[in-house]
DNA sequence: ATCAATTTTTAGACTAATCTAAATTTTAAT
DNA sequence: ATTAAAATTTAGATTAGTCTAAAAATTGAT
């Protein structure tokens, strides 16, 4: 069994390795932490001899298989709580984060698998994001980016890059929510912006809103 | 926000109060916290500065105002999420007091408010314990001990006293639930042991097993 | 009322997780 | 190849919560 703190710092970089494949480094981790440097590297150098991470001095940090595996388990329980605090619990999407970051580390095998079967084992996460199953393994989803898109093709939100309340309140508010068709009508070559249409209107979405918004491609 | 170590000793005191309304003694709070003499008067003192309990040296603590509302809130969810585990997610009535334990410390009003409401406001946990409403308000059960009625007596059973594993395992093995209804057909004087009729069968029972069962009276 | 037993508190130390400030190493520009 | 800037690590301190061992206060039996 690993702590709180431990368990927060797997996932942040597990979340990291996908922009630093050849290592996460301190600096990277004591932004995504709210940290300072001196206190990453304190604790990179506690997961490294709990066989939880690869570390050299000056050379970033690696999951091992035991801290990947960890880390893949508290993502799963983050977003299955998710899944409940939506469907069951009346959350919004933009309110889950905070709650659901305090019941992923709930110890209970139980629980979990008692939760995963009461929601139906679902295989997304509110926000669109996968769900890894009991054994770690989760669906890769075939998907871009929206700023991505040409002028005249078209796809469906399959989930968000940003999941900050300001961000998903900004989509409520315009009806884009995850299942709806988007077709891209015209796009500003000076600034990236983009007429979409979608709900039969058009909308007018600038490059922060189309680089955050995932699209299903295959 | 009080921590984790904090909100365990309220709901220490809290229960111990019953036992010791005068105050509770350090030795006894170190025994129910596993702990040390020496590390309860310290933490006393931090919850006394923080005005969650009134202590003076040597004199055992009582909860303040602000104590006994913090206890009551977490007794609160504990019991709700009692009630989540059984009703929802199958757990046995002797496997949810661990899972519990940690639920009880997650932050979050709405959390709460909605799962009470998705539970449909129970007002008893799986023990019969009562669970206190949003306002900290508990219904105050009319029960006593089974050991207490007499032969020719009979009741319905509404709670347990010692919610162990082995004791709930051994009601479940004797088909003794809560809401079953139990007659007292003989006590044997020297060593209080009686005969009931439950479910049409009759059953010896140690003086242990009535010393911690609950028997409505009103 | 004394004094031994018990209870409680204090003193000092430890661990996990953090911090600031200083030192060291790496990097990248010339 | 130097060297200044940036990144990283080390050193030393801090806080919450715990511990052991010793000191102090209370209790209770005679």
Redesign the interface.
């Known amino acids: 069994m690993f702590s709180l703190s431990e368990e927060n710092y797997l996932k942040a970089i597990f979340h990291l390795e996908r922009s630093f494949p050849t290592g996460v480094s301190t600096n990277a981790l004591a932004e995504e932490m709210n940290t300072k440097a001196s206190s990453v590297t304190d604790m990179v150098k506690r997961l490294s001899e709990k066989k939880l991470v690869n570390y050299k001095k000056y050379q970033g940090v690696k999951l091992s298989k035991l801290g990947r595996d960890t880390a893949v388990e508290v993502i799963r329980k983050h977003r299955l709580w998710e899944v409940f605090?939506v469907e069951?619990?009346?959350?919004a999407w933009d309110?889950v984060h905070?709650?659901a970051e305090?019941?992923e580390h709930?110890?209970?095998e139980?629980?979990i698998s008692?939760?995963d079967k009461?929601l139906g084992f679902p295989k997304k996460d509110p926000h669109g994001d996968p769900i890894p199953d009991a054994k770690g393994n989760m669906v890769i989803a075939n998907k871009i980016l929206l700023s991505e898109l040409q002028v005249g093709e078209s796809g469906i939100c399959v989930g968000v890059k940003d999941s900050s309340t300001e961000f998903l309140q900004y989509l409520d508010k315009n009806d884009i929510a995850l299942g709806k068709t988007i077709s891209i009508l015209e796009k500003e070559s000076f600034d990236q912006s983009m007429l979409i249409k979608l709900n039969g209107k058009e909308l007018k979405i600038s490059s922060l809103i189309s680089s955050n918004l995932y699209i299903k491609t295959s």
């Not at 069951?88 to 959350?91: E, H, Q, R, S, V």
């Open positions: 605090l069951k619990l009346n959350f309110e905070e709650v305090q019941l709930i110890k209970s139980k629980l008692e939760l009461f």
